[in-house]
């Protein structure tokens, strides 16, 4: 249940209780209750006698002392105050709070899903590296971002499906094929030199060439060209896709469709999906044949004044139209996103985010006006760009990996720190901003590591547990017995500060899926692990505040109620990051 919802709710009512005098009836779709900047101001703040007021002909300040009269009247209100030109200020009752921690243990690990969503189709595509070569370090942002958002897209209702796009069908391909072919001459036992210029150079191309070595010994060599480049480009795909599966798998990411980019070429009976795109964008008057004006500034040396086909994205929005046929009959790259996009569209997705690197930035108003080109909505379509990141070992740049040759790999760092420990850094920046990723600071056991601040205020709710089985043996701590404590022995700051944060975990979840936005998860899990360590502190420095008390077994049981739903809460939200919520940590 989102609190903060369910107040705007109530807050429309008393709205609608009052006879304003007026035939039309005013809009209270602007009324929001939000928490208050300044929390010693309460827990919830509305707008709503500001937003009316004018509507209404009345005085906010007048208007807001009739609000708060009638929500002081709740039994869920302690007190509303009305402050400045006519914000409300609301704290809300000890029993409130108590009714909030039993709707939690109630839900269990359910607490904090949203039907928002309502079973409508996403699809969330990223990491899509070319499938040359393993992964780097760069690709795992991206990895982290989409994986994280279809988690939470998931949790909060909607139909998630997880792609992955294979670019297999560009010119990278044939270099990929022709670098491979020279660590299959080199396992036969030729002396190759130094990879030329232009090549992939790094040493995971080896395995493959030997491979094929072993099972077609010299027989690849006598083969017509073309031949042996089909097979030397499937092969060289498959391999490197194994690679990055493999890569992926370590991340903890796992895909639902992998689309072969070449599909949309293949020919079927003499037309392809692009072809079939074009035809059909061209009924619809965004495809003609015409001719671009040069660029602005010095001419290019290829530059070619040539009537081509010409997809008019102008008129949706794009700077300039675009090509879809290169000069030489072959199709362009964006010939081949539209039709991608086109084909997401066909296979029923309510709404597609692509998740970039920022190197992708031009790209994205292109895929608006594909968007509003295909789906008549530009709003179908979210683009996220993750910014770079920064490898830094106890503040010193992290050196080019050996086994790649020109990048650290994606699987070193994991290998290095774990996988928990990438996930959450990953996320705890916005993706419009560059991350720094120090190797020494994601794995120090301190306040200064988010992720394992996060985890271990996990393992410090079930240490509780068990602690209270050797201290209490008697006390019963099952879901049942949680379920019936007596919850209203809760009554210090410390204790209400926790459930209140657990309970603006369904509005967070509801707000980070509506912006596309994981890494906001990722914060909230740090301030509900602060608001334990600090209260765990206070127990240090005051017995009577300690979660296990062996002179009353009545507030042990409502204390333990706490932790139960703070483990659930923390296990939901890594879960959501990727992370594990471990038991106890050494």
């Known amino acids: 249940m989102n609190l903060f919802l369910e107040f705007e709710?109530?807050?429309?009512?008393i709205l609608e209780g009052i006879d304003f005098g007026h035939s039309t009836a005013p809009d209270f779709g602007r009324v929001t209750v939000e928490p208050p900047r300044d929390p010693a101001h309460g827990d919830l703040a509305a707008n709503a006698a500001l937003v009316v007021a004018k509507q209404v002909g009345m005085n906010p300040r007048q208007l807001a002392r009739m609000i708060a009269d009638a929500l002081a009247r709740d039994p869920a209100v302690a007190s509303a105050e009305i402050a400045g030109p006519g914000f409300i200020n609301v704290r809300l009752s000890q029993r409130f709070w108590a009714d909030q921690l039993a709707s939690m243990l109630a839900a269990g690990a359910g607490y904090g899903r949203s039907a928002i969503g309502a079973g409508r189709k996403v699809n969330v595509e990223y990491v899509s590296a070319n499938p040359t070569g393993p992964m780097h370090v760069g690709h795992c942002r991206g990895a982290v971002v989409g994986d994280a958002l279809a988690n939470l897209l998931a949790f909060a209702g909607y139909a998630v499906t997880r792609e992955y796009v294979i670019n297999d069908a560009g010119v990278q391909i044939d270099v990929l094929a022709r670098s491979v072919e020279l660590r299959y001459r080199e396992a036969l036992g030729e002396t190759i030199g130094a990879i030329p210029a232009g090549l992939y150079p790094g040493d995971y191309l080896r395995p493959v060439g030997e491979a094929l070595a072993a099972e077609f010994g010299a027989a690849l060599k006598t083969m017509p060209d073309a031949e042996r480049m089909a097979l030397l480009r499937e092969r060289s795909v498959a391999a490197m896709m194994g690679l990055i599966r493999e890569d992926l798998h370590a991340l903890d990411v796992h895909h639902d469709v992998f689309f072969s980019e070449r599909t949309l070429?293949?020919?079927?009976?003499?037309?392809?999906?692009?072809d079939r795109m074009i035809?059909?964008?061209?009924?619809?008057?965004f495809v003609y044949e015409g001719r671009l004006p040069p660029p602005k500034g010095e001419l290019p040396e290829d530059w070619e004044d040539r009537e081509q086909t010409l997809f008019r994205s102008t008129e949706v929005g794009d700077d300039m139209d675009r090509p879809l046929v290169k000069s030489d009959g072959s199709y362009t790259y964006f010939a081949a996103d539209v039709a991608y996009f086109k084909d997401k569209h066909d296979r029923g997705f309510d709404r597609m985010v692509y998740v970039l690197g920022a190197d992708h930035g031009g790209y994205v108003k292109r895929l608006r006006a594909v968007a509003r080109a295909i789906a008549g909505d530009e709003n179908v379509l979210d683009v996220l760009l993750c910014q770079l990141v920064r490898l830094f070992r106890d503040g010193e740049p992290v050196k080019m990996s050996k086994r790649s040759g020109d990048f650290v790999t994606l699987r070193e760092v994991v290998d290095e720190v774990g996988r928990d420990a990438v996930r959450f850094m990953m996320l705890y920046r916005k993706t419009e901003a560059p991350l720094d990723f120090d190797f020494a600071k994601v794995?120090?056991?301190?306040?200064?590591?988010?992720v394992f601040y996060v985890q271990y205020a996990h393992a410090r709710t079930r240490s509780v547990f068990r602690q209270a089985g050797e201290e209490m043996p008697r006390l019963d701590t099952s879901d049942a017995a949680l379920a019936g404590a007596d919850l209203s022995l809760l009554t210090d700051r410390g204790e209400i500060g926790l459930i209140a944060k657990m309970a603006a975990f369904p509005r967070l979840i509801e707000q980070a899926a509506r912006a596309d936005e994981p890494h906001r998860v990722a914060f909230y899990l740090y301030e509900l692990a602060t608001e334990l360590h600090q209260h765990w502190s206070r127990g240090k420095e005051l017995p009577e505040l300690r979660f296990i008390n062996q002179e009353n077994a009545r507030l042990t049981l409502a204390r333990l109620a706490v932790l139960r739903a703070l483990s659930s809460v923390l296990a939901a939200g890594l879960a959501i990051v990727g992370a594990s919520a471990p038991e106890e940590m050494r």
């Open 9 to 13: 709710n109530k807050i429309r009512k």
């Open 279 to 285: 035809e059909e964008m061209r009924a619809r008057g």
């Open 443 to 450: 794995t120090e056991q301190s306040k200064d590591n988010p």
């Open 265 to 274: 070429h293949d020919k079927r009976d003499g037309v392809s999906a692009i």
